[in-house]
C-alpha cells in the first residue's frame, strides 16, 4: 500500500508539471501569440480586445491561478473558432476517443499476448527456424505501415468490397470494428513481438528449468509460471504503446469520421485556436499519466519485487 | 551469415534511400515541378505510372524527388533529438546530486509522453511548418535517447575505471567526455539508427495531418496528405508516397535491428547433422541401482558430443558426487538424467533407468514425485512472482491429485521438515523475502513433495555461503538417509564432494576418467587427473610462499575433442598409447576404476 | 468579438459550400421511414437571425419558411406569402391563412416583421444585416389585414428577390431568441427534435403542414417521418457512407464525384457552386493599384488553365458574379476579361516601370514586385493547386509571388481587418446583384466593406442607375456593371465551380444551397 501511496503521490507532481507547461505553451510561443494568430498588420484595438480574452494582459502569476482554479472547475477556456466552452468539447468527444482507445488495447493485448507467447514456445532454441523467421517478418513489417494504410486498406476491402461494416462513423458495435481494427494491429505486432522475447527470456529462467523437472503439465507451467513474468515486462512496454495510441487515434479518426478528440485537437492547432489546442493537450497528457499510473499499480501488484525496484 | 538476410535488405533499402535522396532532385526534379493543366488529377497511366496532382504534375517524379527533403527533415530532427537526448541524459552525471535527480526526474515524466503529443505541443509554439515539425519530432525522440544515455552512463559510471579517474581527481565532466562517452556511442548509434526511422514516419505523420511541410514545398507526408482524399478513386496516388514511407522505415528498422544483434554477438547455431551415439548393449537392469546409466551420450548439431558414453550408477541411500571442471560436461549429464536437455540436444544412451524403468517410458507423475531437483542458484530456481508455498503445493496438486488444502498443508511440512522456522509464515512468502539458504532449502523440500528415488544436486551450494553450505550439504545427507533415496550430487570442488559423497564419478572431457569411494580420494586416487585436482585444492597445512598448484594447460571444448586421451597433453604420464582413449577398467580396490593406460 | 463583416463571412462561408449529409442509423424505407443528409461542417448556432454559413441554412431550410420561393426555373412562387404588391421601394406581402408554427401557434404578421427587425436591429449584430436584408429595411406588420410591408429608405431593386432567402421565425423563438440555440421554432415542414453537435441534428416531419412552396405538403407517398443530418467533415466518408446505404444524399465537390455518380443506384445532378475569382488590392501604395499593372498581371495568366486546374476539371465557364440561380440571366464575363497575353503582360508591366532585375524579378524604385497571395485552405486541393499555379505563371513573369493559406476565420480577420493580402482568392457567393454593392465600392475595410478598396466610376454609376429599376429590368445594367470591373481587372472572373448531389434510396430537391423539405422522398431499395 506504501507503494500505491507512493506512485500516487508522484502522479500528482506530475499532474502539476503538466498543468505548468500546458499554461506555459502560450507564453512560450516567439513574439507574441496573439499577434501571431492575427497577423502583423491587426489594428491595436484588435489585439488588445484579443489578448484581454485570453486574459494576457493580466501578471503571469495571477494568470496562472486563474487557469488552475478554471482547470479544476472544468473551465478550459471557449474556442476562438466556434465559440464553444472547450470543456463542452471535451466533455463530448473524450468518451469517444476513450472508447476507441481502450478497445484497441484491448484487443491488440487479447491477441498479441498469446501469440507471441505461442511462437516462443514453439521456436524455442532454434527449433522451427522459419516460423520464426516468418513471424519476425511480418510483425517486422506490420509494426512498420501506418495507421492510415490499415484503416485505408480495411475499408476499402471489409466496406466497400464486402459491405461487412459500416465504412465510417460511430454507431452500433459494428461500426467500431474496422477503426479498432486499425488502431490495433501495429500495436499488436509490437506487443507480440516483445511477448515473444520476453516469453524467451522467462523460458531460460532457472525456475522454468525446474518447474520442467517437476514435470508440471504444459499448460500450467506457461500460465502460471512462464506468463506472470512475461506479463509484467509486456506490460511496462505496452503502457508505452497505449499512450502512443494518441498518435493513431488522430488518424483513425479522421479517416473514419470519428466525433472524437482527435479531429479537434488537429484543427485547433492548424487554425491556432490555442484555448482548444492547451485544453486538448492537457486531457492527452493527463491521459498519459493515468494510464501510467494504472499500469505501475497493476504491475505492482503482480510483480513483487518491482515495488522493491521502484526508484 | 545466412541469418542477416534481414540485415542486408535493410542496409540495401537504406541506401537505395540514400541514393534517390542524392541523385533524385538533379535527375527528376524538373518532372516533378512542369505543371501540366490538361493532365490534372488523373490516375496511372503509361505517360504518369503514379498518376499527377492538381496541377498536372507526376505524382512518381515527386515521390522521388521527395526523398531527399523528407530523408534530410528526419535526419536533422534525429539529430537535434538525439544531440538534445545525449546532453539531457548526460547532465545529471555533472550535476550536483540534487539538480541531476531533478534532471532524471523530468526525463522519466517527459519519456512517458507519446510523441506525437510532444510533436504537437512543440508545433503550437513553433508554428506550422517543417521547422516546427522538425522541432516537435526532435522533442519526441530526445526523452528516449536522454534515458538510455542515463542508463548507460550510470552503468558505465560504476566501473572501476571510473572510479579510478574519480579518485585520481579527475573532473566529471572531463570524466564525461573522456570515459563515458566513447563507451556509450555504439549502444547509442544503434538507438539513432533506428530513430531515424521512426523520425521519418513520424514527420510523414505530421504532414499527413496537415501539422508539417506546407506547401509549395513538399515531403511524403505532404504528398499522402494531398492523395488520400482520392485513395478511392485513384488509389495509386496515394499508395506511391505510402510505399516510399513504408520502405524508408522499415530499411531503417532492419538495419537497426540486424546492427543491435551483430553489437550483442548472439551466436547462431551451427547447422548440421547430430553424430550417432556409439551405444553398447542395455542388458540386464541392476536390481540395486536405483539409477542406472550405461553409456550415456548427448550431442548437438555440428558433430558436437560434450558427453560421450557416461555410465554410472547410484544405490538407495547413496550420495555419488559427479566432478570436474566446467565444460567437463557434468552438468549435462546431470540434465540428460533429469530429462532437461535442451533442443536441439540429443539424448541416447543404453540403458538410462531409474528403479529399473526406462526414465523416457515413465509418465509425468511418476517423474514428477520420484526425481527431486536441485539447482544451483536458489534464487533463479524459485519462481519470484509466485509464494513459495503454491510452489511446493504445486507438485502435490498436479501429480497426487491433492486438494489445495491438504497439498499445502503438505508444503508447510516440508518446509518445516527442512528446518525452515516459521514454515505456515514462510509458506506465505515469495521468494525474495527468504534468505538463500532457506530459498535453498525450501527447494529440496520441493522435492520432498512425492518420494522422491532419485536427488539430482547440480551445484547446489555454489551460491552459498560457507556457512550455510555446510547446513545444506547436512541436509542433504539427512534427506537422503532418511527416505533411501540415490542423490546425485554434482560439483567442481572436489573437497566439497569429498567430504559430503559416498562414492565419487570424476568427468573430464565428457568422459569418466575415474570412480573410487570417496574415502580414498585423498590418498588412492589413481588417474592423473584425479590427482591434480586433489593436490590443487589447498588445506591449512599448505605452504603459503609457493603458488597454489594448479594444473597447467586447459581443458579440450567439445569443439576440440578427439579419440584419445582428452587429458593426455596436460598429462605428466602421457605416452605413445594414449593417442588410443583408454578403457574404464577396475583398478585394484573394489568400486574402483579408471580410465587410465599408466594408472598403478 | 471582432469586427467580422457578415458579407466577408457569407464569401467565406461559400468556400464551405460543399457534402451536406446526414446520415442515418436505420435503414430508409418507404412512406415514413428516414432520410439521413451528410453536411460538411457542424451548423453551429442554429439562430436564423445569425446564421451565415451555407451549412446551417441548409439545416435550418427545413424547419423554417420563406415568404417567397424559386422554382427550377428561377422564377419567384409563393410560399408564407399568397401574393404581394411590389413598388420601387417597399412590397407588401399577404399571407396565407391557416400557418402554424411548430409549437402549434398560429404564424402571425407580427412573426414575419419580428423576425425582419431582430436582423436590422443594430443590436444583434446580425451578420445578415444589410446582406441577406437591403441595409435600412423596416418591417411593418398588419395583423388585421394579414399583411407584412417591407419598405427600404431609398428604391430597391430586388426587394421581392430579398424575401426569397428570410427565415421566419414563428412561435416561442420569436419571444426568446436563446431557445434557437440548439432549437429550431419555425412554420416549415420539420422540426429539430435531437441536437448532437459535431455529430448528428434529427428533424421529425409535421404531418399537418400544408402551405410549402407552391402549395406543397408533407403528405405526399415517401416523405420520410424523420431526416437526419449527419456531420461528415470528410467527403471520401460521405461517399463511402452513400455507397454503402448508411447516407442517402450529400453533396460533393472533390474527386470523389466521379466514383459516386457511376455507382449503381445513385441519382445524380450537377449544381452551380459559386465562382473561383481573385482579386487585385487597390489600397495606397500597393503595387496593384495601377490599372496597366492589374491588366499585365491577368494577361499573364492563361485563365482556361488556372480554372481547370481550380476546379479539378470539374468547373464550367464563368457567366456570372452571382450565384444561380439568379434573377438576371446573361454573360457578363465573356469577352470583357483581359486575354492571355504574356508578351503584353511583358511589355505593360514594363512601360509601367517595373523593369526585370538580375534575378528576373521586376523592380521599381528600388522596390521589388511581390504580392503576398492569400486564399483559404479548405479541404479542396484545387484551390491550394490554384494559388500554386498562379504563384509560378507569375513568377515566370517576373513577379515574387508568398503564398499565404489561411483557414476561413483567419482568411476574413485577413481580409477585412489586417489586410495583409495584394491578391486574394475570393469567390464571394451572392443570390443578388445588388448585394454585391457593398464589397465592390464604397468606403474600404476596416470601415466599410469594400476589402480591396475598389473605386470603379463606371460600376458606380452603372449600379446606381439599375438600382432604381424594379428586379428584371435592370438586370441588362446589373450585368453591364460586373463587365466594367471585369475590364478593369478589379477581379478576375476564372471558373464557375460546380457540385455534384448525389442521392440514393431517395431524391430531394436542392436550390440555392436550400433544401426543399417537401421534395424529400424515400424510395424503394437504398
Known amino acids: 500500500m506504501r507503494f500505491a501511496a507512493r506512485r500516487i503521490v508522484r502522479f500528482a507532481v506530475s499532474l502539476a508539471v503538466l498543468l505548468v507547461a500546458s499554461f506555459a505553451m502560450i507564453h512560450l510561443i516567439p513574439g507574441d501569440p496573439v499577434r501571431a494568430s492575427l497577423g502583423p498588420a491587426a489594428p491595436v484595438e484588435l489585439v488588445e480586445a484579443r489578448r484581454q480574452a485570453l486574459g494576457l494582459d493580466r501578471p503571469v502569476p495571477e494568470q496562472f491561478l486563474g487557469y488552475v482554479r478554471g482547470v479544476l472547475g472544468g473551465e478550459f477556456g471557449t474556442s476562438f473558432l466556434t465559440g464553444e466552452r472547450v470543456g463542452d468539447v471535451i466533455a463530448a468527444r473524450l468518451p469517444v476517443t476513450l472508447s476507441l482507445a481502450l478497445l484497441a488495447t484491448a484487443v491488440a493485448l487479447l491477441v498479441a499476448v498469446p501469440l507471441g507467447m505461442w511462437i516462443a514456445i514453439r521456436t524455442e532454441n532454434g527449433r522451427r527456424r522459419g516460423a520464426e523467421a516468418t513471424f519476425t517478418s511480418v510483425t517486422g513489417l506490420a509494426v512498420t505501415v501506418p495507421e492510415f494504410l490499415y484503416a485505408i486498406a480495411l475499408v476499402s476491402v471489409f466496406s466497400i468490397g464486402l459491405g461487412w461494416f459500416p465504412p465510417a462513423g460511430r454507431g452500433g458495435p459494428e461500426s467500431y470494428v474496422l477503426p479498432v481494427a486499425a488502431l490495433a494491429i501495429g500495436p499488436a505486432a509490437m506487443i507480440a513481438r516483445m511477448c515473444r522475447l520476453e516469453t524467451l527470456r522467462e523460458l531460460a529462467a532457472e525456475y522454468v528449468r525446474l518447474a520442467r523437472a517437476k514435470r508440471l503439465p504444459a499448460p500450467r507451467l506457461y500460465i502460471r509460471h512462464v506468463l506472470p513474468g512475461t506479463l509484467t515486462a509486456t506490460l511496462t512496454v505496452s503502457g508505452l504503446l497505449l499512450t502512443g495510441l494518441v498518435t493513431g487515434s488522430v488518424i483513425v479518426e479522421y479517416v473514419f469520421a470519428w466525433p472524437g478528440l482527435g479531429q479537434r485537437i488537429v484543427e485547433a492547432i492548424v487554425q491556432k485556436d490555442y484555448p482548444v489546442a492547451q485544453g486538448l493537450i492537457l486531457v492527452y497528457g493527463a491521459l498519459v499519466l493515468v494510464v501510467n499510473l494504472l499500469v505501475d499499480l497493476a504491475l505492482g501488484m503482480l510483480d513483487p519485487t518491482s515495488r522493491i525496484k521502484e526508484t | ?600 | 468579438m471582432s469586427t467580422i463583416r457578415g458579407i466577408a463571412v457569407l464569401g467565406v462561408a461559400c468556400l464551405l459550400a460543399a457534402g451536406c449529409g446526414g446520415t442515418a442509423e436505420e435503414r430508409p424505407a418507404q412512406g415514413g421511414g428516414t432520410f439521413s443528409f451528410a453536411i460538411n461542417a457542424d451548423p453551429g448556432a442554429l439562430d436564423p437571425g445569425m446564421a451565415a454559413l451555407t451549412v446551417t441554412n441548409t439545416v435550418l431550410s427545413l424547419a423554417y419558411d420563406t415568404l417567397t420561393a424559386v422554382d427550377a426555373d428561377g422564377e419567384i412562387i409563393p410560399a408564407l406569402a399568397e401574393k404581394w404588391d411590389v413598388r420601387p421601394d417597399s412590397v407588401t406581402f399577404t399571407l396565407r391563412q391557416g400557418v402554424t408554427c411548430s409549437d402549434g401557434s398560429a404564424l402571425t404578421a407580427d412573426d414575419v416583421a419580428a423576425s425582419v427587425s431582430f436582423i436590422t436591429d443594430p443590436k444583434n449584430k446580425s451578420p445578415l444585416n444589410g446582406v441577406y436584408v437591403p441595409p435600412g429595411m423596416t418591417a411593418k406588420a398588419d395583423a388585421a389585414a394579414g399583411t407584412v410591408t417591407l419598405a427600404t429608405p431609398e428604391p430597391f431593386a430586388f426587394i421581392l428577390e430579398s424575401s426569397r432567402d428570410l427565415f421566419i421565425v414563428c412561435g416561442k423563438g420569436g419571444k426568446d431568441r436563446s431557445l434557437l440555440e440548439r432549437g429550431t421554432s419555425g412554420s416549415g415542414p420539420y422540426t429539430l427534435t435531437e441536437a448532437v453537435p459535431g455529430d448528428h441534428y434529427t428533424f421529425q416531419v409535421r404531418p399537418d403542414y400544408a402551405w410549402g412552396p407552391g402549395g406543397t405538403t408533407t403528405k405526399e407517398p415517401g416523405q420520410p417521418d424523420k431526416v437526419v443530418f449527419r456531420v461528415v467533415p470528410n467527403e471520401q466518408t460521405a461517399a463511402n457512407l452513400l455507397l454503402s446505404g448508411g447516407l442517402n444524399g450529400a453533396l460533393f465537390n472533390g474527386v470523389d464525384r466521379a466514383r459516386v455518380e457511376a455507382a449503381p443506384g445513385v441519382t445524380a445532378s450537377v449544381l452551380p457552386a459559386g465562382n473561383g475569382q481573385f482579386f487585385y488590392h487597390q489600397g495606397k501604395d500597393r503595387p496593384t493599384r495601377d490599372p496597366a499593372v492589374r491588366k499585365a498581371l491577368t494577361q499573364a495568366i492563361n485563365l482556361t488553365e488556372l480554372g481547370g486546374i481550380a476546379s479539378g476539371g470539374a468547373g464550367r465557364a464563368a457567366t456570372t458574379l452571382v450565384l444561380k440561380p439568379s434573377p438576371c440571366q446573361g454573360d457578363s464575363v465573356a469577352g470583357h476579361v483581359p486575354g492571355h497575353d504574356p508578351a503584353a503582360a511583358a511589355s505593360a508591366l514594363d512601360a509601367a516601370g517595373w523593369k526585370a532585375g538580375p534575378d528576373g524579378i521586376r523592380v521599381k524604385d528600388g522596390e521589388k514586385l511581390t504580392l503576398r497571395l492569400l486564399y483559404a485552405t479548405t479541404r479542396s486541393a484545387g484551390v491550394q493547386a490554384a494559388a500554386e499555379y498562379l504563384a509560378a505563371e507569375w513568377r515566370k513573369a517576373g513577379v515574387e509571388v508568398a503564398l499565404n493559406g489561411a483557414i476561413d476565420t483567419k482568411l476574413s480577420e485577413s481580409l477585412m481587418v489586417t489586410q495583409d493580402w495584394d491578391v486574394v482568392w475570393l469567390p464571394i457567393g451572392v443570390n443578388l446583384p445588388s448585394q454585391l454593392i457593398g464589397f465592390l465600392s464604397g468606403p474600404g475595410a476596416p470601415e466599410g466593406g469594400n476589402f480591396a478598396h475598389l473605386k470603379n466610376e463606371r460600376y458606380e454609376r452603372l449600379v446606381a442607375e439599375a438600382g432604381g429599376k424594379p428586379g428584371p429590368e435592370g438586370c441588362k445594367l446589373w450585368l453591364e456593371a460586373e463587365s466594367a470591373l471585369f475590364e478593369n481587372a478589379d477581379l478576375v472572373p476564372v471558373m464557375e465551380n460546380t457540385q455534384l448531389l448525389a442521392t440514393k434510396g431517395g431524391t430531394l430537391q436542392v436550390l440555392g444551397g436550400n433544401l426543399r423539405g417537401t421534395s424529400i422522398r424515400l424510395t424503394e431499395g437504398g
Open chain 2, 1 to 600: 551469415m545466412r541469418r542477416s538476410l534481414p540485415a542486408w535488405i535493410g542496409g540495401g533499402l537504406v541506401a537505395a534511400m540514400v541514393i534517390l535522396a542524392i541523385a533524385g532532385p538533379p535527375i527528376w526534379g524538373e518532372a516533378a515541378e512542369r505543371v501540366d493543366p490538361r493532365a490534372v488529377l488523373q490516375g496511372a497511366s503509361a505517360e504518369h505510372w503514379l498518376g499527377t496532382d492538381n496541377l498536372g504534375r507526376d505524382l512518381l517524379a515527386r515521390v522521388l524527388v521527395a526523398a531527399r527533403f523528407s530523408l534530410l527533415l528526419a535526419l536533422i530532427a534525429t539529430a537535434v533529438g538525439g544531440g538534445a537526448g545525449v546532453l539531457l541524459g548526460a547532465l545529471p552525471s555533472v550535476l550536483p546530486r540534487p539538480a541531476a535527480r531533478f534532471v532524471t526526474g523530468a526525463v522519466n515524466t517527459l519519456v512517458a509522453f507519446p510523441g506525437l503529443l510532444l510533436a504537437m505541443f512543440t508545433a503550437v509554439i513553433a508554428g506550422l511548418g517543417a521547422r516546427g515539425a522538425v522541432l516537435g519530432v526532435a522533442a519526441a525522440i530526445a526523452p528516449g535517447v536522454a534515458r538510455l544515455t542515463q542508463t548507460l552512463a550510470a552503468s558505465v559510471a560504476g566501473a572501476d575505471y571510473v572510479a579510478a579517474a574519480r579518485m585520481l581527481g579527475v573532473s566529471r565532466p572531463r570524466v564525461l567526455v573522456r570515459h563515458v562517452l566513447p563507451n556509450i556511442a555504439e549502444p547509442l548509434i544503434l538507438y539513432l539508427t533506428q530513430a531515424m526511422g521512426l523520425a521519418l514516419l513520424a514527420l510523414a505523420s505530421m504532414s499527413f495531418l496537415g501539422l508539417g511541410v506546407q506547401p509549395p514545398d513538399f515531403d511524403w507526408g505532404r504528398l499522402l496528405f494531398d492523395g488520400f482524399p482520392r485513395i478511392y478513386v485513384t488509389p495509386v496516388v496515394a499508395l506511391g508516397p505510402a510505399v516510399a514511407v513504408a520502405l524508408a522505415g522499415i530499411g531503417f528498422n532492419l538495419l537497426g535491428d540486424a546492427l543491435a544483434q551483430a553489437a550483442s554477438r548472439r551466436g547462431a547455431h551451427a547447422g548440421g547433422a547430430v553424430p550417432a551415439a556409439d551405444v553398447s548393449e542395455a542388458g540386464e537392469p541392476d536390481p540395486e541401482a536405483v539409477l542406472e546409466v550405461r553409456d550415456l551420450t548427448v550431442a548437438f548439431p555440428g558433430g558436437l558430443t560434450p558427453v560421450r558414453g557416461v555410465s554410472l550408477a547410484v544405490a538407495p541411500g547413496e550420495i555419488v558426487g559427479l566432478v570436474g571442471e566446467s565444460g567437463c560436461g557434468k552438468s549435462l549429464t546431470a540434465a540428460a538424467v533429469g530429462g532437461l536437455v535442451p533442443y536441439p540436444g540429443v539424448v541416447t544412451a543404453a540403458a538410462l533407468r531409474l528403479c529399473g524403468t526406462e526414465i523416457s517410458e515413465m509418465s509425468p507423475k511418476e517423474l514428477g514425485t520420484s526425481l527431486a531437483m536441485v539447482f544451483q542458484d536458489p534464487m533463479a530456481s524459485l519462481n519470484p512472482a509466485l509464494r513459495v508455498g503454491g510452489q511446493l503445493a504445486e507438485v502435490a496438486i498436479v501429480h497426487q491429485n491433492a486438494p489445495r488444502a491438504a497439498a499445502h498443508r503438505r508444503a508447510v511440512d516440508r518446509l518445516g521438515h527442512v528446518h525452515i522456522p516459521e514454515p505456515e509464515r514462510r509458506a506465505r512468502q515469495h521468494p525474495h523475502e527468504l534468505s538463500g539458504g532457506m530459498r535453498q532449502r525450501a527447494v529440496i523440500a520441493m522435492g520432498l513433495m512425492g518420494a522422491p528415488r532419485l536427488i539430482i544436486a547440480d551445484e547446489p551450494t555454489t551460491a552459498l555461503d560457507v556457512t550455510v553450505q555446510r547446513q545444506i550439504l547436512t541436509l542433504l545427507r539427512e534427506v537422503t538417509a532418511e527416505t533411501a533415496a540415490a542423490t546425485l550430487f554434482i560439483s567442481h570442488d572436489i573437497a566439497v564432494v569429498g567430504e559430503l559423497c559416498d562414492r565419487v564419478v570424476v568427468m573430464y572431457a565428457g568422459r569418466v576418467v575415474e570412480e573410487l569411494p570417496a574415502a580414498r580420494l585423498a590418498e588412492g586416487a589413481a588417474h592423473p587427473y584425479t590427482r591434480a585436482l586433489i593436490a590443487s585444492v589447498p588445506d591449512m597445512d599448505t605452504d603459503r610462499t609457493r603458488p597454489l598448484a594448479g594444473i597447467p594447460g586447459r581443458p579440450p571444448t567439445p569443439a576440440e575433442f578427439t579419440d584419445g586421451c582428452a587429458f593426455a597433453p596436460r598429462c605428466p604420464l602421457a605416452t605413445a598409447k594414449c593417442a588410443d582413449h583408454p578403457p574404464l577398467a577396475d583398478h585394484d580396490a573394489p568400486g574402483h576404476r579408471v580410465a587410465c593406460w599408466e594408472a598403478t
